[in-house]
């Protein structure tokens, strides 16, 4: 049972443009959700998070969108660079349970310049 | 700082040996983890620790053993592993009731 889905195992855009990573998720007990970055033989970065009390959090070029109504987000770098290529996973977690993040299978994102 | 260290970065042992890897933080976080990444597979969790005591076990095989010696250290004791428990194996950790976990580069495990 796959909690946490990210359906698109790889996306390719071009150098500038917008990369859009998409999450969905089954439990509406989550109410907490984080994305980050692994470039191979490293671990996991923390990006950025959001919580279930807004629909939208921003760092620099990075965008995280929430549709609680839809159980759906969305990450959204702009501009894209070549550095950006990498496995990106979305995680999900719930009050009171804050140790316990459940990942997505992942999206590898290339930046081709 | 949110540098979490790992030694060693790769290991190969026999199904017979026991060996540990270790985890570290300086970051006053008194929340670390242990999670194992299969190639292709997101990070799956298996051991939390709050307050060095173990509050989290994810039904996991007793050949894998964790420690928290003290508040900056995490050990995982491997004994009598099989060739499936090849993977990258993860520490993390997080300020107490945070959601955000910091991660460390792995230990790569390779079990022959």
């Known amino acids: 049972d796959q909690q946490v889905k990210q359906n698109s195992p790889s996306l390719s855009v071009q150098e500038g443009r917008i990369s859009i990573l998409n999450c969905d998720y089954t439990n509406s007990m989550f109410d907490y959700f984080l994305w980050y970055k692994k470039y191979p033989a490293e671990g996991p970065t923390f990006l950025i998070s959001?919580?279930?009390?807004?629909d939208k959090n921003e760092d620099g070029r990075f965008t995280v969108f929430l549709n609680k109504s839809a159980k759906h987000l969305s990450l959204h770098i702009v501009p894209s660079q070549p550095g950006d290529s990498a496995v990106y996973f979305c995680?999900?977690?719930?009050?009171?349970?804050?140790?316990?993040?459940?990942f997505g299978q992942g999206t590898t994102l290339q930046v081709k310049p | 700082d949110t540098e979490v260290t790992q030694t060693p970065k790769h290991l190969v042992m026999g199904m017979t040996n026991k060996k540990s890897l270790k985890c570290e933080q300086h970051m006053g976080h008194r929340a670390m983890y242990w999670y194992k990444q299969k190639a292709k597979k997101p990070p799956e969790l298996m051991f939390v620790y709050s307050y060095e005591k173990l509050s989290i076990n994810e039904s996991v095989p007793s050949r894998f053993s964790p420690e928290c010696p003290n508040s900056s250290l995490l050990n995982l004791h491997l004994h009598a592993l099989q060739p499936e428990d090849s993977a990258l194996y993860l520490c993390?950790?997080?300020?107490?009731?945070?959601?955000?976990?910091?991660f460390g580069p792995g230990t790569r495990l390779t079990v022959l």
């Open positions: 995680a999900a977690s719930k009050s009171g349970n804050t140790g316990k993040l459940i």
């Open positions: 959001i919580s279930s009390i807004k």
């Open positions: 993390a950790s997080s300020q107490s009731g945070s959601y955000t976990q910091y």
